[in-house]
């Protein structure tokens, strides 16, 4: 594994799941990584644990993406902790709160939008000062197929998921002059506590018939965010065994 010496990675929400995934791959392919979490500083500890043991260089941050002190906090502890910027950021952390839109509240609405978009937005600002100034970068957002296409009891996350989508474009659009990529992954059923209540007949919805990993979300993150992927700008990934198709 040969590391970046410039440069380094914040992964949100990566306590567990698909973000745990992604902060394990992204330091195997050379990234310092910095672990975002929310409340699960124990399951934080453990990713930091195995990436350190397998020689890559971890820290775990907790912090609510939520809050508008947040993007300053996780960036400023990120580059602190590495002493170099962060020049690869993962928005992964997102929530749901369904409910058929006739009964949705106000505060399932805004919990998730300021989780799920408005986080993303703020670390986006926030991290593109160093991007600009190395003039690389590798934004990626984790959407979802629920962006794309439409799910019942979903308004609030498919509303974020699709701004998200949005977002990615515009900030592509804005700096891909300045070596920066901005691109989004919409999974589609990926095996994690977030889906565990799922009932499992609906996998046969999905063309592959089966539910993806937390690591195939990440194999194509970890692409997104290489130098392979200089040239893509602004795509929206689906990693969803065929759903959106
Ligand atoms: P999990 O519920 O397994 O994990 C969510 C992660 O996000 C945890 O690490 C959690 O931290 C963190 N998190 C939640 N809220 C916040 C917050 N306010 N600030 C910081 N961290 C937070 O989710 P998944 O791994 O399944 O999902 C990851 C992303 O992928 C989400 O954006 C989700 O919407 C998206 N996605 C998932 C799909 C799936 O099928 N699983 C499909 C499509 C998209 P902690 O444990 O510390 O609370």
Redesign the pocket.
């Known amino acids: 594994m040969a590391e970046r010496p410039d440069a380094c990675a914040l992964v949100?929400?990566?306590?567990?799941?698909?973000?745990?995934a992604t902060a394990k791959s992204l330091a195997r392919d050379g990234w310092p990584v910095a672990v975002?979490?929310?409340?699960?500083?124990d399951?934080?500890a453990a990713v930091v644990a195995e990436i350190e043991a397998s020689g890559g260089r971890a820290v775990a941050l907790g912090?609510?993406?939520?809050s508008p002190e947040?993007a300053d906090e996780l960036l400023t502890g990120a580059e602190s902790h590495f002493g170099v910027p962060v020049l690869a950021l993962v928005n992964?952390?997102?929530?749901?709160a369904d409910n058929l839109i006739s009964m949705l509240g106000d505060e399932e609405w805004q919990r998730v939008i300021d989780?799920?978009l408005t986080?993303a937005f703020r670390l986006t600002r926030r991290a593109l000062k160093s991007m600009l100034r190395a003039r690389f970068g590798r934004i990626v957002n984790?959407?979802?197929?629920?962006g794309l296409r439409a799910n019942p009891g979903q308004a609030n996350?498919a509303a974020a998921?699709a701004g998200l989508i949005a977002m990615t474009k515009t900030v592509t659009v804005e700096v891909a002059r300045r070596g920066i990529t901005a691109n989004a992954v919409?999974?589609?059923?990926?095996?994690?506590?977030?889906?565990a209540d799922v009932e499992s007949e609906l996998l046969s919805h999905v063309p592959a018939r089966r539910?993806?990993t937390?690591e195939e979300?990440a194999a194509c993150v970890s692409f997104l965010a290489s130098d392979a992927a200089a040239y893509v700008n602004g795509a929206v990934l689906a990693v969803d065994g065929g759903l959106a198709a």
């Not at 949100?12 to 745990?20: N, P, Q, V």
């Not at 912090?63 to 939520?66: G, K, L, Q, T, Y």
């Open positions: 949100t929400g990566a306590s567990r799941g698909i973000g745990a975002n979490y929310r409340s699960d500083a399951g934080a912090a609510d993406v939520a947040a992964n952390a997102g929530i749901a989780t799920n986080g984790i959407s979802s197929v629920v996350y998921k919409a999974p589609g059923w990926i095996d994690t506590d977030m889906t539910a993806g937390p979300v």
